[in-house]
């Protein structure tokens, strides 16, 4: 595959989940957002430090390519029930990180920032495992 169509596939992956994720997270948290911009003064390090993981994170996508390609192709061409169960795995995963907050909020759980974020990383656990064993049997 050309470099140009692994990117777009990379660059289409990224910018779907980005915008099934973050988006409604900053509008549901705009209160815990303007807390932490407060909390945290914006310096060189901390610039560096988040260009670095964005990066880290785009190589790995580019490493596992055929799992994004697969990926992709499972979301906007479903055609059966391991590739709804996929695409489905992919937005939970996405939507996670608003929806776990919000439902935390709702049914006023209590819970604390660290328990959050752990649920949040569980949700994850379905794509990535799927995304592994995609890229593995692409490499096979």
């Known amino acids: 595959m050309s470099k140009s169509k692994a990117f777009k596939n990379v660059f289409l992956f990224k910018a779907l989940y980005?915008?099934?994720?973050?988006?409604?997270?900053?509008?549901?948290n705009q209160e815990l957002l303007d807390q932490v911009r407060e909390q945290v003064a914006v310096d060189v390090v901390s610039v560096a430090i988040v260009g670095a993981l964005f990066l880290?994170?785009?190589?790995a996508l580019f490493f596992a390519e055929e799992g994004v390609n697969r990926y992709n192709q499972f979301l906007f061409a479903p055609s059966d029930l391991l590739s709804i169960l996929v695409g489905a795995c992919f937005l939970?995963?996405?939507?996670?990180w608003w929806l776990v907050p919000e439902v935390a909020q709702r049914y006023e759980l209590g819970f604390e920032l660290n328990m959050l974020l752990f649920l949040i990383i569980i949700c994850q656990l379905p794509m990535v495992l799927f995304l592994s064993l995609m890229t593995v049997?692409?490499?096979a």
């Open 18 to 28: 980005i915008l099934l994720a973050f988006v409604p997270f900053a509008f549901f």
């Open 56 to 59: 880290t994170i785009v190589a």
């Open 92 to 96: 939970f995963a996405a939507v996670s």
């Open 137 to 139: 049997v692409g490499k």
